[in-house]
């Protein structure tokens, strides 16, 4: 069964670096997401990905963040000098289509420990 | 803001009981609603999607929905210890899913 592949899967990185979390979805979906979950709070989304743009993004995503599609299978997100408070599971997301009805499915997430 | 609730639980019955699993959104525009079951330390899994008021069940999975109240709900039937997760309530809008605190389930056996 298809799935959405992440790498790698914990990230250790200092404060002030920059890190490139990657995400592979499923090869025929469309829309790309990403999420993060913050240890023992709730599951907050980030931006969405459609045609090679941002489709909508949350507070959360300011210009910190970047997404990138480099190539025809790979998602990237970008976070410029990270900072303590983004430590966090982020989790990547794929779906077929978007509108009134579709259904996203996650990665294994990766986890990123800023110190 | 667009706000989903769902009581946090922990929620405990015994194996082969109904579990009850309430959440609400503050979104009237919301059009797509999902319920997905999370481990911990994994990611979430889709269990249920729902999109039309009323009911939708799947094995021992029931989504029920009214956009009225703004009220989703999930019923496990026959519940078993493997169902012992947090489940966690998710609405889509316009490409935006908003996901709830979860509700944390235990199944006693």
């Known amino acids: 069964e298809p799935e959405v592949t992440q790498t790698p899967s914990h990230q250790v990185t200092q404060m002030g670096q920059e890190v490139i979390l990657r995400c592979v979805p499923i090869?025929?979906?469309?829309?790309f997401y990403w999420y993060r979950q913050i240890l023992g709070q709730k599951v907050e989304f980030l931006v969405s990905?459609?045609?090679?743009?941002?489709?909508?993004k949350s507070e959360i995503f300011d210009d910190q963040f970047s997404v990138e599609r480099p190539d025809g299978s790979n998602f990237t997100l970008k976070i410029r000098s990270t900072k303590l408070e983004d430590s966090a599971m982020y989790f990547c997301?794929?779906?077929?289509?978007?509108?009134?009805?579709?259904?996203?499915?996650f990665g294994p997430g990766t986890r990123l420990t800023v110190t | 803001q667009k706000e989903v609730e769902q009581n946090s639980g922990p929620l405990s019955v015994p194996e082969g009981a109904i579990a009850s699993l309430n959440c609400t959104y503050s979104?009237?525009?919301?059009?797509?609603f999902f319920w997905y079951r999370q481990y911990s330390g994994k990611s979430p899994e889709l269990i249920m999607s729902i999109y039309s008021n009323g009911d939708k069940e799947d094995g021992r999975f029931t989504a029920q929905l009214n956009k009225a109240s703004q009220y989703v709900s999930l019923l496990i039937r026959d519940s078993q210890p493997s169902d012992s997760a947090t489940y966690l309530c998710a609405v889509n809008g316009n490409n935006d899913m908003r996901f709830g605190a979860g509700t944390r389930l235990t199944v006693k056996p």
């Open positions: 090869s025929n979906h469309l829309y």
């Open positions: 997301a794929s779906s077929l289509t978007s509108g009134y009805s579709y259904e996203q499915y």
């Open positions: 990905f459609y045609n090679n743009e941002i489709s909508e």
């Open positions: 979104d009237r525009g919301s059009q797509s």
